[in-house]
């Protein structure tokens, strides 16, 4: 029997983006290839480009979009999918939606070349599955909390393929019954995300708080952190935050007047992106993270890698499994005052700050890329032999 043959694919997009999914699909090929397998990544998208992330030579990138058909586009496809129920509404558009993709991905990608499919979003598996009738195997993954968006209703168009799928893939363990609840035929694996493992850590002596994260408003919540902060900044004068995260309009601004009115021009910084964030985390001391959603944050393990004691909200079920409260990081209620207390504990204790920071960079050694790559590698092979 010949290598088998992998087709990573996405309907999202792919080139020059940042984000976590799109780090994790790069690595994947990789570790994949590493492993012996061909691998082929399937994007559709209409500017040309690579990957942001560093891809083995031996991958193909092939780029299915060939277009938008006229009937297709935004304006038009919101005229044909106007309804006044939400639910129906959101099912017009998403199959619209697809259908164009669907019909340029069986133009431009012979689909019999592969052994197995690796779908990094739920349309990819509707695409596959409901729309060209693929047979071979398909693993959807799913990179979002349940809450955020599957357990929805509005997502049964996307959920009634995933649940005919040969298996779906979640990041925490407590996600499992989460997706049951509206996925019940599919077997429902746990794989977590890497977590990278660096011998350096932070010396902890800096007079930083350091976040990672994105200017959504809901999800992750920049303004809590802010209120925190502002609340103990009289009393730390030394202190700053630096938040890192890309620069998103309006939605950036808008922090940006929050951290001006509480007068926090000069301690709170909002630096934007950089490709080197391994070492602004060396250079904090706190690492925090308001966010009310979480699958499986890159940012908080890779502050944990290098050492740094971690803050997190309760209310997060991913960031409230990764943080053990007292042993590895702190977790706060997510209002002001909670997490403003959280992140005074650890400035104000340079024995604690070492003591958790030290734990959390062993906690997640259970992370590392030799073990969730040889899970994959396990359950890939599951898969072709039929035995899950």
Known sequence: MGKCRIALITMHRL????????????????????????????????????????????????????????????????????????????????????????????ELVDLDDFDLFIAFDFESAYVLKDLLKEESPIIVMSHAEPSAGITSQKYDILNNAVNRCAVLQVLMPQFIDECRTVLPDVPIVYIPNVAPQYKESSALTSKTIVCVSRYEPISKRPALLVDAFALISHKHLDWTVKFWGRFNGKKTEDIRSLVKQRNLDERFELCGFTQNIKKELLNGSIFVLPSAHEAFSLALVEAMAVGLPVVGCSDCSSVSTLIQHGHNGLLAEPNAKALAEALETLISSFELRCKLGKQAKIDIIKFSADEVWMQWDNLINRVLKGQI
């Open 15 to 106: 080139y020059g983006i940042v984000g976590g999914a799109e780090r994790v699909l790069c690595d994947m090929a990789n570790a994949l290839v590493n492993k012996g397998y061909i691998v082929t990544i399937l994007c559709c998208e209409e500017k040309g480009g690579r990957p942001f992330y560093e891809l083995n030579r031996g991958i193909e990138v092939k780029n299915f979009f060939n277009g938008i058909p006229f009937f297709s586009r935004q304006i038009l496809r919101n005229l044909m999918s106007f309804d006044f129920d939400r639910k129906k509404k959101y099912t017009k558009r998403k199959k619209i939606e697809c259908q164009w993709k669907a019909k340029s991905l069986k």
